[in-house]
């Protein structure tokens, strides 16, 4: 079992910054890659960004060269530097972790509006 705890969201103008943070805890070896996924009102979940174990990251076309993910192994947490934030980038933020099983974080929220 994995437990996911996501924290930082909030509102914030556009152009803005935020980071996001989610903190595993349980089976923490039996974790693959992480991953960050978002629901904005009305849409489908969608896939925002992935850090594997071995370091590897990948970033939907939408936050390329604005969000960046990263872990930090010491603490089993891995954050979302959002930056340059637009009104699209509205949405609950989850996190995800990969092992045989998928499990999920219970989100944030992420508002940006002026």
């Known amino acids: 079992q994995v437990q996911l705890v996501e924290s930082g969201g909030g509102w914030v103008q556009p152009g803005g910054s935020l980071r996001l943070s989610c903190a595993a805890s349980g089976s923490i070896c039996s974790i693959n890659a992480m991953d960050w996924h978002r629901q904005a009102p009305g849409k489908e979940r969608e896939f925002v960004a992935r850090?594997?174990?071995?370091?590897?990251?990948n970033y939907a076309n939408s936050v390329k060269g604005r969000f960046t993910i990263s872990r930090d192994s010491a603490t089993n947490t891995v954050y979302l530097q959002m930056n340059s934030l637009k009104p699209e980038d509205t949405a609950v933020y989850y996190c995800?972790?990969?092992?045989?099983?998928?499990?999920w974080g219970r989100g944030t929220q992420v508002t940006v509006s002026s």
């Open positions: 850090i594997t174990n071995g370091g590897s990251t």
């Open positions: 995800k972790a990969d092992t045989v099983r998928t499990y």
